[in-house]
Every structure is written in structure tokens, then in C-alpha cells.
């Protein structure tokens, strides 16, 4: 063991892990460039999951690397009360322009969760306006994910990774999430119990929370775009807000920029985040809608580093590169490749499902191998992937080669079999 290894067991906490002795193993990573890490030792690995599904071009894409250097060799943080930047103008012009065409507004905060809980608070602002006080919770479905702090935990899966928090959550709404799958047919019962739970609540519901069509980090799950249109009418009829997380399912993930566009239903509010600044440095927002915008008044929330300059940049040189429209053609043959080479999967006896769906794709195991079991296999395949709960898969860099992919792919198999 080095001394940075040496230290971080002693004293650095990694993300839903122990501390000290009882830390599971981590890995140094010295280098990570296009869509190789490479560790301490020598190894090199394929990164399969994006790093945490933010990193959509690849590890330290040049035009990115170079908007970061100049902004911070021309000022790196300001205030955003009182003053403005150009990389926040140019970033934000770009994201409107990608976002579906109600969207007027833009607020920058530092992360995913973060943007979970301002959008919910712009809701109860709403609602608020139009002397509606009483209405301040959240209606979601089960199986989401929107974030660990604890209003993001609070219309996350209550009995998932956060049950140890439960007494101190406000008490949202959950109803069933939608079964009928994504490119299958739909199935009217999916709608009714979400129907049932706007009625019976409708005076105290602020807004709905989602994930649109991917239940990433709670169940890997692609759902069915036809629920969220009605979601989207019953929201309509109740005046409650209806709020879209689009920070994993968001820039090109699925196969298109934002998952909405799969349903064609514009929402009142989405947030964004992992793969704003192409992965390279943390930075989330919440867009609204003119209308939400213009009811809610003032809106009390205002973290320290909103709209920092060197992320704004690295923001608008990420969408730059979107904007030359390269990634649809690759994610369309990753979607091609991952459909292909999991589907033998499927005959294995350890696995319960497979399914995939633009630049992600999941096999569903009924049981995880041992940790250092998988770890090996990792290192001999050249490939990182983070499995969770009894799910391998990956959500690769969109810029992956076939070999590369097929390398993933491979050892996703692999590590189904034993
Ligand atoms: C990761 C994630 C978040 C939380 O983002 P952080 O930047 O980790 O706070 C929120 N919503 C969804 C859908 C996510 O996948």
C-alpha cells in the first residue's frame, strides 16, 4: 500500500462505506483520459459507468479542459447575488435551446440532490402564490431516486437505501410505479393507482417528482413514456406542478437529449446535473417554465457557489460538443451493441432479466457475486463497472468504441455467470 492508500484507509470516507478497517477496497487512480482509468499499480480499465454517469464524452476532452484553464486564469468564483458572468449567459442559452421549448428559466446550483430540493421548494413557492399554502408535499412513484439529502431522500424509495433516516423525512406520497415497459405496450392499470393518489391528496399535493422513463439508481428500470403524458393531463387538471429529474436520464443517455422527448410532454420544472459539464466538475440546475417562473416569486434558495465561472464553462463547452450531434449516431449503435451482446445473458441460470435502453444497459442477477470475486474479474477484463443492489450493468462514456464496448459487455457476462 502507498501513502495515499495508506491514508485514505486510515481517514478518507467513500461513498456508502464504512470507515477504517472495515472500508471495502478502493483503487488510486493516477490518470483517466477518453474512456481508460488507469490505477496505481499499472492497470488500465475501461470506464463502464461513466464515472457515476457523468462523464458522457469521455475522461478530459480537450475543448473542456481548455474552457476550465482559461476561465480560471480569468476569475474562478464570484458571487451570484449582484453580479452575472458570460459562462453562465453561454451555458444557459445552450441549455435552453436543448430543453424542451416551455423552458424559460434557469437556476444553477452545485448538484443533483441539490437541485432535487430546490425544485421541490419552487413548488411549494408556487403554490404558495396562488394562495395554496396548505399544499406543500410531494407526490412521486415508488422505486425512484432523486438524491441523498434528506428532501431528495424524502420522495426517494422509502423502504431502499434510505430507510435508517425514515422517522426524520417528511411523509410524501408514493404511488405504484408504472410496470409496462419502455418499447412494450401499455397497460391502463399503471395510471390508476398514481390517479387515485393525486385525487385523494390533491389539496396538499405541491407538486409531482419523477424520473422520466429511467428509474435509474434505486431499480435500472425503463418505463413506458405513455404514463408520463398522463401524468402530465391529471397534473393539468389539479394545477399541481409537474417536475422532471432528468439527471441521469439526461444529454443523450436514453438515445434522445432529454427523456421527456420520448413522451413529448413538456414539463413545468426539470433539473439536471452528472452530465451538465460533461462530468468534469460538479454543477446542477433547475429549469422552469415562464408561467412558474412568474408565479413563484422570489426564489429563497442561494447556494454559495451558484453558477461558478469554471463550471459554467466547462457547462457550455460540454453542450458545444452536443451540439455537433456526433453522440446520436454512437448512442445508437451502443444501443445496436448493447441489445446484442447481453441478450445471451439470458440463458444464464443466475439471471432474472436484461434489458437496455439507449447508452444503458442492465442485467439482473438473483444473486451478486462475492465483492473481491467481481473485483477480480474486473481487473482481468480491463473494465470498471459499480454494481448495486442485483444489478450489473453499465452506462458507458457515449463516445465508447465497439471494441471497448465489447469488452464491457463481456464482462458483465462473466461476472453474471459465477
Ligand atoms: C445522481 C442523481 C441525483 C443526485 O445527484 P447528486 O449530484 O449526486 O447530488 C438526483 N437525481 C437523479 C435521478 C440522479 O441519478
Redesign the pocket.
Known sequence: MNEVLKFDRLHLWHPYAKAGEEAPPVWEVVKAEGVKLTISDGHELIDGVSSW?CACHGHNPPEIVEAIQKQAEKFSQVMFAGFTHRPAAELGELLLSAAPGNMEQIFYVD??????EAMMKLAMLYQEARRRPERKLMLTIKGG????TLG?MSVSDPDGMHHAFAGAMVQNIFAEAPKSKHGGEFCEDDIADFGEKLRANEGKIAGVIL?PVFQ??NRMYFYHEEFLRRVKVLCDEFDILLMF?E??SGFGRLGKFFASEFAGVEPDVMSV??GLTGGMI?L?AVLASGKVARVAGSFTHGPTFMANPVACAAGAASLRIFQRGEWQKRVAAIDKQLRKELAPAMELPNVADVRSMGAVGVIEVKKMPPPEAYRQLLLKNGVWLRPFGNYIYTMPPLITGEGDLTKITSCMLEIAGI
Open positions: 454517469w448538484s443533483g440532490s441539490v437541485a432535487s431516486y432523486h438524491g441523498d431528495a424520473e435509474g439508481a429529474d439527471v441521469a446535473g452528472k460538479g446542477a
